[in-house]
């Protein structure tokens, strides 16, 4: 079975399906995380103008952004094992409409070592390297590190949260129904975590990331 990683782009959905993902990650965090600075995944609907952001940060210097915008969306992922490159060539043939996003904040700190965008008029994802062969080894293998949880496999992020988190167990029932977009219950909450919940600061990540629930 192939993971999904730069060099399988053709396994990324497409946005509107990737979004979807990401929000469900979100708010699985935001329910058995209420930390938000320990979170790997974060969302916002209301990043920018018209645009929501999907954030992954691993606390060890690895980042991706991910944004959504009505006309297509964009990953830049970053790895601080990755070597070095040469921006220009990452960024090669990249559309007009995404050169805000990567050449201003906070992209421009965060650093690049791949991105990924797809745009209305072509389906595909396409990604801007174009390095040698070696290299473009590393960068795929490193890659694969920030994508895994995008495969859209509740089983996968079920394996994931229970090393991360350092948990002896975890619903797997409740996972799917998240990633199937369920609304956030009593019920649910209460099939992922046995701590108590602030319910107001869950209501306002529930709020951020654009996610339905009955509480």
């Known amino acids: 079975m192939k993971n999904l990683s730069l060099k399988n782009i053709d ?11 990401c929000q469900s ?35 060890s210097g690895d980042e991706m952004l991910i ?10 992922g970053f790895t601080h094992e990755s070597p070095v490159q040469d921006k220009g060539k990452i960024t090669q043939n990249l559309p007009n409409e995404f050169h805000e996003f990567m050449f201003t904040e906070p992209v421009k700190s965060i650093g690049t070592t791949f991105c990924i965008w797809n745009i209305p008029s072509n389906s595909k994802w396409t990604s801007g390297i174009h390095l040698d062969n070696t290299l473009h080894e590393v960068v795929c293998r490193d890659s694969e590190s920030l994508l895994q949880l995008l ?33 956030i219950t009593n019920s649910l909450i209460n099939q992922l975590t046995s701590q108590g919940i602030d319910f107001k600061t869950l209501k306002e990540d529930l709020n951020e990331i654009g996610y339905s629930y009955i509480l």
């Open 11 to 21: 396994l990324i959905p497409p946005p509107i399906v990737l979004k979807k993902r």
């Open 25 to 59: 990650i979100a708010v699985l965090e935001a329910i058995i995380c209420q930390e938000w600075e320990y979170r790997y995944y974060s969302y916002n609907k209301n990043w920018d103008k018209e645009a929501a952001c999907c954030q992954m940060r691993n606390g």
């Open 67 to 76: 944004l959504f915008q009505q006309n297509g969306a964009i990953i830049n």
């Open 151 to 183: 495969d859209g496999n509740p089983e996968t992020f079920h394996q994931w949260a229970m090393e991360y988190y350092e948990l002896v167990s975890l619903n797997l029932n409740a996972i799917q129904a998240i990633y199937q977009h369920a609304p």
